[in-house]
């Protein structure tokens, strides 16, 4: 059996020290190990995009990625971004544009829209669709997750202008 690896890794902003088998997925550890299970799995081949976070402020694959690979890394899931109570202005704008149908896919689609709008702020159909194109709605909701991520453009603006005037 192979050794053992040690990884500091921050999720969600808590820093955890871990001892993890060299194999172990990220998207395992997210789950079985600190039991973030908003993190789905789909594909476990990276084609479905569930399993999508962030890692240091890139959407990436989780189950493409080793925890063991991700030693000092930052990563952010679904778990981070809001509550039910404080919703973000990403989850906000899902909710507002009923853009969830079985709710599978939203994790992976909240974050890819994440990482969509730090890169394309102002992102057109063009880019959202393009941005999108690397995950799968089995319920083909892709309209409404559209429209939620030109949403989410506008909550982020206004929750800017918002602090700023604060
Ligand atoms: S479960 Fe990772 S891309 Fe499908
Ligand atoms: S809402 Fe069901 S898979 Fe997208």
Redesign the pocket.
């Known amino acids: 059996m192979p050794e053992a690896v040690s990884i500091r890794i921050t999720v969600n902003g808590v820093t955890y020290e871990r001892s993890v088998e060299p194999r172990l997925l990220l998207?395992d550890f997210l789950r079985g190990e600190l039991g973030l299970t908003g993190t789905h799995?789909?594909?476990?081949h990276?084609?479905?995009?569930?399993?999508t976070v962030l890692v240091n402020g890139d959407s990436a694959?989780?189950?493409l990625f080793l925890a063991a690979q991700l030693d000092g890394a930052e990563v952010k899931t679904v778990e981070g971004l809001g509550t039910a109570q404080a919703m973000s202005p990403v989850q906000k704008a899902f909710h507002e544009c009923h853009a969830l149908q079985c709710g599978f896919c939203t994790p992976g689609m909240l974050i890819t829209t994440m990482d969509i709008l730090s890169k394309f702020p102002d992102a057109d159909d063009e880019q959202i669709r393009e941005g999108l194109s690397g995950n799968l709605c089995r319920c083909t909701g892709y309209q409404n997750i559209v429209r939620a991520v030109r949403m989410a453009a506008d909550n982020i603006k206004a929750q800017a202008q918002e602090e700023a005037a604060s």
């Not at 990276?46 to 399993?51: D, L, M, P, S, Y």
């Open positions: 998207s799995v789909g594909c476990e990276g084609v479905c995009g569930a399993c694959r989780s189950c």
